[in-house]
């Protein structure tokens, strides 16, 4: 008798030990890092309610940059670290958008309609360069993504906008570092159908369109061109011999990801209810890679799934970890640890052989 | 058997300028772009030279330290970056235990020298697990540890290790200043022996460093060791048949590097005499790595000369861009911003090129 | 009195209970050159595999038998060991650094080292190359093979030929070497740079070293060997000296007759017609290391057509450019109608497909269910399982699509949602059968179809071929490199050899004809075949 509980407990530590394995140690690290804080946030009676609201909020406003991982992870491309340019495009459309005098869902609207085929078309000139170049995506992704900001930099320094609210208002040429979108599309999102349960503020309308964006590309994947997708990033020379044509595939993910990537910032920026310029979308792709691996991904492996439970999770964890950082420790120690988790989960999926490796 | 004896047209060491300009096209261009904005910028000649040899004194120690991983087909190591966290480590110890001039000095490399061999095996460890992916681990390391050097200042120091020195914690008492003052080691190195020329002072212990260093890896490169490196470089299968320990070759360049690395920072941040705590290290490993490439190297190719001189046109760059710039299109942003989009364009590029004909052969 | 350099006594090895080697014996004399010759998975690389103490050995459970080297019993733990004992292995691929220089090559860690102060204070690593000594070490080795490349000269752009040489010098180089094995050292060579490596074999051999030869190539065992040892599966079947060797002699002996009933033989004949299906003509395939060089070919509708031949002469490379998967050049044509090359969609839109040899490299989606892998051909190239406007996957025909055929071939699985990776050879291998026939192909090319798998499912695999030609009337053309299946189901059997067919036999034809054939017999009679 004895003995049968023993071997069923170690049938459950076995269990245990596969789930373990399964997740490996920097995600348990971190789920047991977010329980801790979440423990402290009871424990140093913060208000759970502003904080809950908070993180659905966050969830919604990153959410599609983190989606914008999935096509070019899928098509074995790996994380898309040139993200920023996407995000620059985005950030080209709500300028525009904004120099036309567009204000409310007009000004959201029109930014998206500019921003998805503009993210789109840059993505398919990216993803010419990264034909180019395949098995070395990453590298070549990071600093071309830094080139664009830079060059995009120089370009917020001289583009001959006219509207008052952007420019600086000494004059000058060149746009602000960051543009407040109060008249515009301020959290035109966050507002539709907005309620508040239990002290809990419920952005709706965001949470409905990151939904919907899941959906629509939740379809796609599972369509033919999807699934084609899916099978050059599984294994190239299958794809080859049944008549796929693996560079059109990567095209299409690294358009699909720019375009998300542009459709992205526009609702994160509604949320925030500015437009941050210059420099800011540096390492934005870090932290979408990083919240898509945190939620199970691997290098060429991603699904919706994955950024839907990462996002949520890594949201919560900074959302949860400012106030108890600062209560507890110092400032500025929220955005290191984003740096490490962010960084320290790549760095963790960098190191794992890759399933599909045995194919080349 | 005689017949036999003719070898394949083998390419005839002649001088051919097509060929020349072809295999230097990077430097060529960064020597024109450097000509035309030092045109531009309209500084004076004897400042800019005056710039020059204080930026080629302080940083060249850094981009040399890059030949080695390269040579042994690690590509370029952004690694670099922990070396320097190494030497900002070191310097905040010696600092706090107020230690001045040569002696300091000596101090912390004495100091930095170990930290930088720890965090040279581990790099190098982690590398070996990432084989092939180097350098975006290389990158990607560079960030985490900047992460985990950020905890350390800001938290552990103060927080948990009482750090009782008012004029490098903050306020509070817990974490590091922004900045920390280094003037008890500035030029300590530089000014042992210094010659003046009107604006221009030459380090010349510094330069005696670099030189060092130089025949050093020249030196390097002709041992036992050195071979193994190129072997591996080359080609880690056929290398590991012949006998040789790949891995632990491959770790001995990271640590060389990291080391090297550690040491170029503290020549560079004495030269600078004051430590930015959360800064001075970031951009260490991009703009080296620039640095190298516009001198012409490439992912898998580097030589001493090409560091030099990579090291010269990036400066170069770096001194005249924003006036340039301000000259040219009546914004100082625009040059900042130009050479900030240089130093990450290069490296792009280079990396581009490095996949594109790394397909292309095969 | 020569002595006995190398002796292998009663070596048997078994793989997973699949036995590669029964009791071969092997001995060799000082300065003698002994032939290895038979067909590939005869036990020749085992054999040696054992004699370097490959990790593979001793991984899979060791050997029984016997190693003696200059008469002494020995344990040789890995290649190293071998090595120091003094043999020397010449590799099919070279292991040569194109940016090094020949003595760098030729010394690699091996390097002739100065102490320096360095060196005394920081270890070995430091010590200086001493590149004079070295450069005059590979001179010595270099001349002895009366080569008269400068031996400071980059690897990188030297000839095939002169880079086997390289290899050869330096185990040359090393100076304990006393037996040299050369794993078919003639395959990269064209016809004069084979002429000079034999002579200087015979000159190694005139010197005292022991060389043992691997090789396809009888003419050429002919020529330069004392002694000659046939392997046929796993077993030495003879053991013969230069006088009593013949080349038709050899090639019956490697081929042999090794017929297992596989495949129904009580089933109705095939309805093989004398109307040409597939018609090609000057085939040239760029496959590394399967390259085929103006191929003509026909296969007739309703037949079996087996495609045979050594590794490496090409036999891989027909399917694998007439599908598309490498650069092609030359005419096929379907039924009549030309298929244009390099495009796989047209040739599976005319009705032919292909089972890879490569199953897990090029025939599976391992991490995707067996019902995904069956279905995602069809569905991309012929639009099937698909529904709606936006072309969703349609789970529910993919499903009973699937279950259909898992019952049908008889895919042992947990269901149709598991991994392909979790399958085991056999089953993966229907799995890429059953995602062939899902494109409907009346054409069908399957390579290596037993490769890696265990000898049960061999026969499951071929009898599925053989019910697919005669219920279904698909016309099959099956690449393998065991001769034995092929007769077993083929109605004719096409040998290749360097690049083209040499000649096409019945199944029932004699292990001589078929074994010169292998060894391009009928063209070495006269007029030899240049490939350079």
């Not at chain 1, 309610?49 to 999935?70: P, Q």
């Not at chain 3, 292998?8 to 036995?19: L, P, Q, V």
């Not at chain 3, 050594?310 to 050049?329: D, F, S, V």
């Not at chain 3, 699985?413 to 192909?441: E, F, H, M, Y």
């Amino acid at each position: 008798m004895a003995e049968q509980v023993r071997m069923e407990g170690n049938g459950l530590s076995e269990r245990l030990k596969a789930i373990a394995a399964d997740l490996g140690v920097p995600r348990l690290i971190i789920f047991a890092f977010l329980g801790a804080m979440v423990v402290a946030a009871f424990l140093l009676e913060l208000p759970i309610d502003t904080l809950t609201g908070n993180i659905l909020t966050r969830f919604g406003m990153n959410g599609i940059l983190v989606l914008a991982m999935i096509p070019t992870m899928q098509v074995g491309m790996g994380p898309n670290f040139g993200l920023p340019l996407g995000i620059t495009c985005g950030l080209v459309a709500a300028t525009l958008s904004i120099e036309f005098g567009f204000t409310g869902l007009a000004g959201f609207l029109v930014s998206l309609a500019i921003a998805f085929p503009l993210g789109g078309a840059a993505g398919y000139a990216y993803g010419l360069l990264l034909n180019k170049v395949r098995g070395e995506e990453m590298t070549v992704g990071t600093y071309f993504g830094f080139s664009i900001v830079s060059l995009m930099s120089i370009f917020w320094a001289m583009a001959p906008y006219r509207s008052p609210e952007m420019i600086w208002p000494y004059g000058g040429s060149g746009l602000r570092v960051t543009i407040t979108l109060q008249n515009h599309f301020d959290k035109i999102l966050d507002h539709f159908l907005a309620f508040n349960v239990m002290g809990i503020d419920v952005p709706t309308g965001l949470l409905l369109f990151f939904f919907a964006a899941c959906y629509l590309l939740w379809l796609f994947m599972r369509s033919r061109h999807g699934i084609a997708m899916t099978t050059v990033g599984n294994n190239i020379r299958f794809a080859e011999s049944i008549g796929l044509n693996v560079n059109r595939y990567r095209l299409l993910g690294s358009t699909l990801s720019c375009a998300l990537g542009a459709a992205g910032i526009i609702v994160y920026a509604q949320s925030y209810g500015f437009l941050q310029l210059y420099q800011a979308p540096l390492f934005m792709a870090f932290f979408a890679v990083g919240s898509i691996l945190i939620g199970g991904a691997s290098i060429n492996h991603a699904t919706i799934k994955h950024a839907v439970i990462g996002t949520f999770l890594f949201q919560s964890l900074l959302v949860v970890s400012l106030p108890v950082a600062n209560l507890v420790v110092s400032e500025n120690l929220s955005e290191v640890i984003r740096i490490i988790i962010t960084n320290g989960i790549i760095l963790y999926a960098l190191s794992r052989r890759e399933s599909g490796s045995e194919a080349r | 058997m005689e017949q036999k004896a003719k070898i394949p047209e083998m390419a005839q060491p002649s001088f051919n300028l097509g060929r020349l300009l072809k295999n230097n096209a990077v430097p060529i261009l960064f020597i024109i772009i450097c000509a035309l904005g030092s045109y531009y910028a309209r500084l004076p000649l004897p400042f800019l030279i005056a710039e020059i040899t204080t930026r080629m004194a302080r940083n060249s120690f850094l981009v040399i330290s890059l030949i080695i991983p390269i040579i042994a087909g690690m590509g370029l190591n952004f690694g670099i970056v922990l070396g320097a966290m190494a030497a900002q480590f070191a310097f905040i110890a010696t600092v706090f235990w107020q230690m001045q001039g040569v002696a300091g000095l000596t101090a912390t490399v004495a100091l930095t020298i170990p930290v930088a061999i720890v965090f040279g095996w581990l790099t190098g460890m982690l590398f070996n697990r990432t084989r092939g992916k180097e350098m975006i681990t290389g990158i990607i390391l560079s960030f985490f540890a900047n992460g985990l050097y950020q905890l350390i200042c800001l938290w552990v120091i103060g927080g948990v290790i009482p750090f009782p020195d008012e004029s490098m914690v903050l306020p509070s008492g817990v974490g590091l200043r922004n900045t920390i003052n280094l003037k008890a080691m500035h030029y300590a190195l530089d000014n042992i022996v210094k010659w003046r020329y009107g604006m221009i002072g030459v380090p010349v212990m510094t330069f005696v460093a670099v030189a060092l260093l130089c025949v050093g890896m020249i030196y390097l490169l002709k041992t036992k060791l050195g071979q193994d490196f190129r072997a591996v470089g080359q080609n880690q299968q056929i290398a590991g048949v012949a006998g040789i320990n790949i891995d632990k070759v491959r770790i001995l360049a990271i640590v060389f590097s990291t080391v090297l690395a550690a040491l170029g920072q503290i020549i560079f941040l004495q030269n600078l005499g004051i430590l930015t705590t959360y800064g001075s290290h970031v951009q260490v490993g991009t703009f080296a790595v620039a640095a190298i490439l516009i001198g012409g190297a490439s992912v898998s190719k580097a030589t001493i000369g090409q560091a030099l001189l990579g090291t010269f046109l990036f400066h170069t760059l770096f001194i005249v861009s924003p006036l340039a710039g301000k000259n040219l299109m009546g914004n100082p942003q625009v040059g900042e911003f130009f050479r900030v989009f240089v130093a990450y364009g290069v490296i792009g590029v280079a990396l581009a090129l490095h996949a594109w004909r790394g397909r292309s052969k095969k | 009195m020569s002595q006995r350099v190398l002796e292998m006594r009663n070596i048997s090895k078994e793989y997973f209970g699949n036995k590669v080697l029964k009791g071969v014996s092997l001995a060799v004399d000082e300065g003698e050159i002994h032939a290895l010759i038979g067909e590939n998975g005869a036990g020749k690389s085992t054999l040696m595999n054992v004699l370097f103490g490959m990790p593979v050995i001793r991984n899979t459970g060791g050997f029984e038998g016997e190693v003696l080297f200059e008469e002494r019993p020995v344990s040789i733990a890995n290649p190293f060991e071998a090595m120091e004992l003094g043999i020397g292995m010449v590799h099919q691929e070279f292991m040569l650094l194109p940016g090094f220089t020949v003595t760098e090559n030729i010394k690699l860690n091996r390097e002739i080292t100065r102490p320096t102060l360095l060196s005394r204070l920081f270890g070995p690593a430091m010590k200086r190359l001493d590149r004079t000594a070295m450069n005059s070490d590979s001179r010595r080795a270099l001349d002895s093979l009366g080569l008269s490349l400068d031996e400071t000269t980059r690897v990188a752009g030297l000839p095939v030929g002169y880079k086997q040489f390289v290899e050869i010098a330096r185990e040359l180089d090393k100076k304990k070497t006393k037996i040299l094995v050369l794993d078919e050292p003639t395959a990269v060579l064209t016809e004069s740079e084979a002429d000079t490596l034999l002579e200087a074999m015979e000159r190694l051999s005139a010197k005292g070293i022991s060389i043992l030869f691997i090789t396809h190539r009888l003419q050429e065992v002919l020529r330069v060997a004392q002694n000659i040892t046939v392997l046929r599966d796993g077993e030495r079947v003879a053991g013969l000296d230069r006088t009593e060797a013949t080349v038709d002699r050899m090639a019956e002996l490697m081929v042999g007759r090794a017929l297992e009933s596989v495949g129904c033989k009580e089933c109705a004949a095939s309805a093989m017609k004398e109307e040409v299906l597939l018609a090609v003509s000057d085939l040239r395939v760029d496959m590394p290391g399967e390259e085929v060089r103006g191929l003509d070919l026909s296969v007739r509708r309703g037949e079996i057509l087996g495609i045979g031949g050594l590794a490496g002469q090409g036999k891989i490379g027909i399917a694998n450019g007439i599908m598309g998967l490498y650069p092609a050049t030359g005419t096929v044509a379907k039924g009549g109608k030309p298929i244009p090359l390099n495009d796989t969609t047209s040739a599976l839109n005319a009705g032919m497909a292909f089972v890879s040899e490569d199953r897990r490299g090029v025939g599976l989606l391992l991490d995707q269910s067996i019902e995904m892998n069956i279905a995602v051909p069809a569905m991309q190239s012929q639009g099937k399982f698909i529904k709606g406007a936006f072309s969703l996957a349609d789970d529910r025909k993919i499903r009973s699509h699937a279950m259909e055929l898992i019952r049908e071939l008889d895919i042992r699985c947990t269901g149709p949602a598991q991994l392909a990776r979790r399958l085991s050879g056999g089953n993966q291998q229907k799995v890429c059968i059953a995602k062939a026939l899902t494109l409907d192909p009346d054409l069908l090319f399957v390579s290596e179809p037993t490769r890696g798998i265990d000898v049960g499912a061999k026969k499951i695999v071929l009898d599925l071929l053989v019910k697919l030609n005669r219920e279904m009337g698909v016309t099959i053309v099956i690449t393998s490199s065991e001769l034995a299946e092929l007769r077993a189901i083929c109605d004719r059997i096409s040998i290749v050899y360097r690049g083209h067919i040499e000649g096409t036999l019945a199944p029932d034809a004699s292990d001589k004809d078929f074994g010169i054939m292998m060894a391009g017999g009928a063209s070495h009679g006269g007029q030899e075949r240049k490939v350079s």
